[in-house]
Structures are given as structure tokens and as C-alpha cells.
């Protein structure tokens, strides 16, 4: 047996034993549930009993003890309240082992090839973007959609923003990567995290309403008079109806204070009708960040960028969580707006919609810059678990090695992530120094274009901190720029050809700035005729070399690999060969030195009907 099927029968072990993983969780969590509503059904009864016992004990007392009832009474209610509080806390605690058993639900499915629980990230596809678009990054079945496990909108922003422009410094890298791998050790934290996040709701609009909030002036506490009314009205109408029912005072003064207060309010209904609007969509978000904060606050973490995380939260008094704790109750009372009777007593004795405007506005004065922050926090550790997650999930992968010493590109056993273990080929690659090209010949479907987003998907991965599908992986920080699906435009006047050229015109720039550049093209001028298309491939290719550009190019034009005799040592050719047997056509998806000998073309053509012997005898130099 060789080495190269060794090593791929102790990744399909590894994977075996991942799967195994989320199965026992998925059990425990299930059981777990179980005997939790068992619990559930128990509470039901003993509150129904306690109910009815508060009922009907005290009053067959009441007719030889009142004071013997009035005790018994107290005693039953207090019992019975305790009893909705426990049932509320095992509800709460359901919500959560569901949430857990989803998690691993979703694993074992993911890990069977189905992702259609996780967000694709389609949303941040760019087809302008230098080669998140030619690389599969985002939409279904992507690179995105295969690590994406965060619980939050701000989590996938930042994960997405790692894929879409990576680190560039290498200790920027190394700390990323013993981060993830600490939580890659620690599945218990990481479902917990995202478990409590999935536990509550969350949509982009509301995210939108809370920025909108928080990037709002204040207005009403620069209305000084209002300030004072707010608490001086409160006040005397609480003395006034103090007063009234003692009997001190009539009902007329209190009257009018009341009526005073709903007069403001009225006045003011549609300004403080616009801050409730912006905050109350909000109030499930900042119970879910309140949950999180807790979570990041209180867990041990070792790694530095881990603890760079809890750093950023450290506050004085209070903790992040509480501060959040604290905006999502006033939220939650200026809900009760949104009931007539509530809105109409709560306003005319205490002036309620304005002293909750008031609370927002002095609780975003003093923690309108700190809140991007710990929402940023909450975002890199819901990035980095779902990173840690895709490394957990994955045990063959490796993490890169940095190295601007070493080789460009150095890969061993380099695969493409997102096809299936048992039906990946691995290849070696290597580029000794910038300013190198690989040209990569084959026939239809031998594998050209899977091995250039091999490559461009391994570097974007490695210098995002990510562990890399090889055995093996060192690399230089570079930027990627890539040329492999052009779309014209109508819509712009733009012909294929026209949109080719402004995207290679972009990569001539981006390289001509003096950064490293590593450039995956596949078949370069497309939309043009062949005798343009060759003279302007070697021209173009010339130019990159000439500025110090490295990278690899898949074409068919074989004329492209003659040039290797003319830039001794900067150009290596490559090939994917085809098995052609008869009719029978079969692919390795070996990468070999040299160039292909063999196209197939012609032969899938008339195996689709589109040819037949005749045809091809016709045109025998075809």
C-alpha cells in the first residue's frame, strides 16, 4: 500500500470518528430532553394541584380562621409561583438542549453532503471581487457555505470578510490559527455559544434598526425643561394620589397632573413613536448579544487572540453583557406602549414615554462608541468558532506555514475541500520563487480548472488562518487575482471579450503596484480569435513575468507551453492526461510534468450526438 493511500484511509478514520462525535451528542442531548419533560409533565401537575389547593384550602379555613386562611393562602401562592418559575426555567432550558440537538443534527447531515441548514452566504457574492467569484467562495455548496456556522449576521460579516480580504501580516496569521485550534479542542464551548445564539431570533433589519439607533443624536435630553418635567410630574403626581386616597387632597389636582402628563406624551407621540420604532425590533438581538457577552466573559481562554476577545470587554464597574442587559429592559418597558390601558396610566402618572426616550438617549451617550466594539467581539468569536469548527470537522487538514523564506507555493497531497474525501485526488504543487509560472495542459474534463481553484481556495484559506486540504502547506502572504469566469454585460455595452480585457487590465495594475501577486488565469482571451488569442497570451504572459507576477494558467493552446525554451526556469508546464479507450473515455486527475498528448474534444462531441463517423471522416484534419 502506499503512502498517499495510507494517508487517505486514516483521514476517512478521522472523518468516521467525527461523525461518530456528533451522533453521541445527538444522543446525549436527546436523552437529555427526554428526561427533561419528564420533569415538564411532573411540574404541570404539582402546579395544577398547588393551584387548586391555593383555592379551595384557604377558604374551607375561612369559616373558623381568616388569619389561618389569609397564612395558608400566602403559603400555596408563594409555593405555586415557584413552581412557574422552575417550569419556565426547564422550558428555557428545552429551548437550549433542542438548539444543541439541531447543531448536531446538522453536522450529521452536513457531513453526508447536505448544507441546506447553514446559510450559503450568497449575499456576499462579487463578481467584481479579484477572485472570490472564480473561486466558489460564496452561494450554494461553496467555501462559505461548507465553514459557516456562525449564530450571528455580524459573525457571517466578519467571516466573509476573512475569506474576502485576508490577513497580511504572518503573526497576524499565527495568532489566528492557535486560536482556532484552542476551539477546536473545545466543542463544548463552541455549541454552547451557538446553541444560545440560535436560541434567539435574528434578522438583518433588526441589526439595521439598532445602528440606525445608536448613530442617532440625542434630542430630547437637550430639551432641558423636558428633563425636569420628567421628574418633577412623576413626583407630585405620586404625592398627589398619596394624598387623595388618604383623603388629604381631592381627586382635581391629581386630575390635572394626569392629563398634563398625557397631554406631553401626545405631543411627542410621533417623535418618541420613531426612537421606539428603531429600538423595539432590536430587543431580540440584545438578548441574544447579552447571552454571548456572558458566554466570552466567563469562559477560560489561553490563546492570545482569544484573550485579545475578552480584553475589548473589559469595562469599568459593569460588564459589557450588563450594559446590554440593561438597554434591552428599558426596551422592553417601553413595549408597554404598545398596550392602550398600559400606554394610558403609565404615561399619565409617569410620564413614561419620555423617561424611556431619556434612559436610551443617556444610555447611548455613554456607550454609543463602546457598543461597535463588543458587537465586533461577539462577531470575530462567532467567525473563529465556525473556522475551529471546519478544523474539527476536517482532521486531515493541516494549518499552512507561513514562510516569505521558503517556497512561494508549497503543497503536498493538495486537495480541494469541498469534494468528498472519498472522491478527492490530491496533487503536489510547487513554485521555488516569485516570478514563476506554471501552465497547466488537458484534455475536456481532466481537471484544469478544479486544480486552479485548488490552489487559489488553499492560499486564500491559509492566509485567512484557516487549515488547508494537504499534508502539507508553506506559503508566501500574496495577493490573489484570478481570471476564470468573464461575464459581459449588456446592460453596460460590454461584449465578453471587452469585460475579459478590463479584469486582466486590473490584475496588470494590481502586480505593476509592487505587491506579491499570484495570478490563476484559465485560458486568457477567450473571446477572441485564435491567431490574437496566442500572440496575446504570450505577450500578456511575458508582461507578468516581466513584472514579477507568479501563479498558474490552465489552457488548451499548447502553442502557450512552447514558450518555456524563452524564460529558461520561470515557467514550468504541467499536464492532466485522459485515458481515451475506443469510446470509453476515463480521467486520474494526476498532475504530471510536460505537456498533455492527448484532447478529447471530438470524441465527447460525438458521444453527445452532436458528430457522428461521417462528419469526422469528412474533415479528417479536424
Not at 437637550?222 to 405620586?238: E, F, G, M, Q
Not at 409617569?350 to 462608541?369: A, P, S, Y
Not at 475536456?444 to 487559489?456: Q, V
Not at 514550468?572 to 505537456?595: A, W
Amino acid at each position: 500500500m502506499t503512502g498517499a493511500m495510507v494517508l487517505a484511509n486514516s483521514i476517512i478514520v478521522m472523518a468516521d470518528s467525527v461523525l461518530s462525535f456528533y451522533k453521541g451528542k445527538y444522543s446525549e442531548y436527546s436523552d437529555r430532553l427526554r428526561s427533561l419533560k419528564g420533569r415538564q409533565r411532573s411540574l404541570v401537575l404539582l402546579r395544577l394541584l398547588s393551584f387548586l389547593l391555593m383555592i379551595f384550602l384557604p377558604l374551607a379555613l375561612a369559616g373558623t380562621s381568616i388569619p389561618l386562611a389569609l397564612v395558608l393562602f400566602a403559603s400555596l401562592l408563594a409555593v405555586f409561583l415557584l413552581l412557574v418559575k422552575k417550569f419556565a426555567n426547564l422550558e428555557r432550558r428545552g429551548r437550549y438542549l433542542n438548539a444543541l440537538i439541531g447543531i448536531n443534527s446538522k453536522e450529521i447531515e452536513a457531513l453526508r453532503g447536505n448544507l441546506s441548514s447553514f446559510e450559503s452566504g450568497s449575499r456576499y457574492t462579487d463578481t467584481g471581487h479579484p477572485y472570490s467569484f472564480d473561486l466558489d467562495l460564496f452561494g450554494e455548496q461553496s467555501v462559505f457555505h461548507h465553514m459557516n456556522r456562525c449564530c450571528t449576521l455580524p459573525g457571517m460579516d466578519r467571516l466573509a470578510g476573512f475569506l474576502k480580504k485576508p490577513a497580511t501580516q504572518v503573526h497576524e496569521i499565527t495568532r489566528r490559527q492557535k486560536g482556532i485550534r484552542e476551539l477546536a479542542t473545545k466543542t463544548g464551548f463552541c455549541q454552547h455559544f451557538i446553541a444560545t445564539g440560535r436560541m434567539h431570533g435574528e434578522m438583518v433589519e433588526e441589526c439595521a434598526h439598532l445602528v440606525e439607533y445608536v448613530n442617532t443624536p440625542s434630542r430630547f435630553t437637550r430639551n432641558h425643561l423636558l428633563v425636569a418635567a420628567s421628574k418633577v410630574l412623576p413626583v407630585l403626581t405620586a404625592a398627589m394620589l398619596l394624598l387623595a386616597l388618604t383623603g388629604l387632597l381631592p381627586w382635581h389636582p391629581l386630575v390635572a397632573l394626569f392629563l398634563i402628563q398625557l397631554g406631553i406624551t401626545g405631543r411627542l407621540f410621533k417623535k418618541t413613536g420613531e426612537v421606539h420604532e428603531m429600538v423595539t425590533r432590536s430587543l431580540a438581538t440584545l438578548r441574544k448579544y447579552r447571552s454571548l457577552l456572558s458566554i466570552i466573559q466567563d469562559t477560560r481562554l489561553d490563546a492570545p487572540l482569544l484573550k485579545s476577545v475578552q480584553r475589548y470587554l473589559r469595562t469599568e464597574g459593569q460588564p459589557p453583557s450588563w450594559y446590554i442587559g440593561r438597554l434591552a429592559r428599558i426596551v422592553d418597558a417601553f413595549d408597554n406602549r404598545l398596550n392602550f390601558i398600559a400606554f394610558t396610566l403609565l404615561n399619565g402618572l409617569l410620564l413614561w414615554d419620555v423617561n424611556c426616550v431619556l434612559m436610551l438617549e443617556r444610555w447611548n451617550r455613554r456607550n454609543r462608541k463602546k457598543l461597535p466594539v463588543w458587537v465586533g467581539s461577539i462577531a470575530a468569536m462567532d467567525a473563529y468558532i465556525s473556522m475551529a469548527l471546519f478544523s474539527f470537522n476536517n482532521p486531515g487538514f493541516v494549518f499552512p506555514v507561513p514562510d516569505e523564506k521558503g517556497p512561494v507555493f508549497s503543497a503536498r497531497e493538495l486537495g480541494h475541500p469541498l469534494i468528498p474525501r472519498r472522491e478527492r485526488v490530491c496533487n503536489d504543487l510547487e513554485i521555488e520563487e516569485t516570478g514563476r509560472f506554471v501552465i497547466v495542459t488537458g484534455a475536456n474534463m481532466a481537471g484544469k480548472s478544479t486544480f486552479l481553484r485548488t490552489a487559489g481556495v488553499a492560499l486564500v484559506l491559509a492566509m485567512a488562518g484557516a487549515p488547508v486540504c494537504a499534508s502539507g502547506f508553506r506559503f508566501h502572504l500574496m495577493d490573489v487575482y484570478s481570471s476564470m469566469r468573464t461575464n459581459d454585460s449588456l446592460s453596460r455595452h460590454e461584449s465578453y471579450f471587452y469585460a475579459e480585457l478590463k479584469r486582466l487590465k486590473n490584475l496588470i495594475e494590481a502586480i505593476a503596484g509592487g505587491r506579491k501577486v499570484f495570478v490563476l488565469l484559465d485560458e486568457i482571451l477567450k473571446g477572441t480569435n485564435t491567431t490574437d488569442k496566442q500572440r496575446g497570451s504570450v505577450a500578456l504572459l511575458g508582461r507578468m513575468l516581466g513584472l514579477g507576477a507568479t501563479g498558474v494558467i490552465a489552457t488548451h493552446d499548447l502553442s502557450l507551453t512552447s514558450i518555456q525554451d524563452d524564460y529558461q526556469g520561470k515557467i514550468v508546464n504541467k499536464c492532466f492526461e485522459v485515458e481515451i479507450d475506443g469510446d470509453r473515455i476515463s480521467f486520474d486527475y494526476r498532475l504530471r510534468e510536460g505537456v498533455t498528448s492527448k484532447m478529447n474534444a471530438l470524441l465527447l462531441m460525438e458521444q453527445m450526438g452532436l458528430l457522428d463517423d461521417d462528419d469526422l471522416a469528412a474533415h479528417p484534419d479536424c
